[in-house]
């Protein structure tokens, strides 16, 4: 029986992960004002329109801020939080899922910075096509980040060393803001 609840947990991060990676690079894209006729901004409009549009009617009185993709990326965390611990057999209250939601869901979004600035400084080396439509995505995403780190850094001969105190950053975030909430989470569910 731990096999099927091993494959039923993989399925769960894949799954609840694929589609929380999906509505907050929806979100991060829009609120960076991606370009709308980039292909990949066309796919992910396509993909989450059919859930988010009708949430956009529900919270229209709070519209100026769009707070519908992030809402749902914070119900899919939850769900994949839920689902998780029914899967090892722990019943946790409301709120040690609400702050293990909010820990995965910002633990989530640091990743997914780690992991475009990365690309974005290992594609700087390689020298990609700028025609690539990922390229300017790559770029709006990354540079509201990167941005505060290059004016604190002096120029370095050609060298750009922001990215590696951003990753820095990121990392300490991870351990210094995630690590605690999931403590927290954890502290909640003990009896």
Not at 96 to 103: E, N, R, S
Request: aromatic share 8%.
């Amino acid at each position: 029986m731990p096999y099927l609840a091993n494959a039923g947990t993989i399925l769960v991060h894949v799954l609840f992960g694929l589609a929380a990676w999906v509505f907050t690079l929806r979100v991060l894209l829009q609120w960076a004002g991606a370009n709308f006729n980039n292909p990949i901004c066309q796919a992910l409009y396509r993909l989450t329109n059919p859930v988010l549009m009708p949430l956009r009617r529900v919270l229209k009185p709070w519209r100026r801020l769009d707070l519908a993709g992030a809402l749902v990326v914070f119900i899919i965390q939850l769900l994949k939080v839920w689902l998780l611990l029914a899967l090892g057999g722990v019943m946790a209250g409301i709120g040690a899922i609400l702050v293990l939601g909010v820990a995965e869901t910002l633990s989530m979004l640091l990743v997914m910075y780690l992991v475009f600035i990365l690309i974005r400084s290992i594609l700087s080396w390689v020298g990609p096509s700028p025609q690539h439509p990922v390229i300017p995505l790559l770029i709006q995403l990354t540079e509201p980040v990167l941005r505060p780190f290059r004016r604190l850094l002096p120029a370095m001969g050609g060298f750009d060393l922001s990215p590696l105190l951003a990753l820095l950053v990121i990392l300490l975030a991870r351990a210094l803001i995630v690590a605690p909430l999931l403590d927290w989470g954890a502290a909640l569910m003990q009896p």
